[in-house]
C-alpha cells in the first residue's frame, strides 16, 4: 500500500487543489493532505491574512473524496519527518529553502518525489483579485 503526501495552505480551495488531490491518490493507494497552522502562515509571511482558519481548512480539505487524512504542520522540512508516506508531492512553485531540504531529505531517505504542474489558468492569489475587483 502506497501512501502519498502533500502540504499546503489550502486557505480557498478550489478547483486546481480538487485536481491536486486527485492527481496525488492516482500515483498510489492513500493520500495525505498537510495543512499549515496559521500561526505558521504569520510567521512566513508576516501580514498574511487567511480567509479560513487552521481547523475549518482541515474540515474542507478532509471532506474531499480523494483525502484519506488531513494533518497539520508548522514547516514542511519537520512534518515530512512526522509522516510515514512513500510518495511527496509538490507544485513547481513550492521551491523556498523548506521545500529543498523537505526534498533533500525525502531523497536521502527513500522517498519518491513528484513534482505535479499546476493547475491552467487558477491560483489561489488570482481568486484572491477576482473577489477583490467584484
Not at 491574512?49 to 480539505?61: D, L, Q
Not at 512553485?93 to 518525489?113: I, L
Request: glycine share 6%; proline share 2%.
Amino acid at each position: 500500500m502506497k501512501t502519498v503526501f502533500t502540504v499546503g495552505v489550502f486557505d480557498l480551495l478550489h478547483i486546481g487543489h480538487v485536481e491536486l488531490f486527485r492527481r496525488a491518490k492516482a500515483l498510489g493507494d492513500r493520500l495525505v493532505v498537510a495543512v499549515q497552522d496559521d500561526s505558521a502562515i504569520l510567521r512566513y509571511k508576516p501580514g498574511a491574512k487567511t480567509v479560513n482558519n487552521t481547523a475549518e481548512r482541515c474540515y474542507m480539505v478532509k471532506a474531499i473524496k480523494y483525502v484519506d487524512d488531513v494533518v497539520v504542520y508548522e514547516d514542511v522540512q519537520s512534518i515530512v519527518k512526522d509522516v510515514d508516506f512513500d510518495i511527496f508531492v509538490t507544485g513547481p512553485d513550492q521551491s523556498h529553502a523548506g521545500f529543498a531540504q523537505a526534498v533533500s531529505w525525502c531523497r536521502e531517505n527513500g522517498r519518491q518525489v513528484v513534482i505535479l504542474p499546476r493547475t491552467e489558468g487558477v491560483s489561489s492569489s488570482e481568486l484572491k483579485q477576482h473577489i477583490k475587483a467584484l
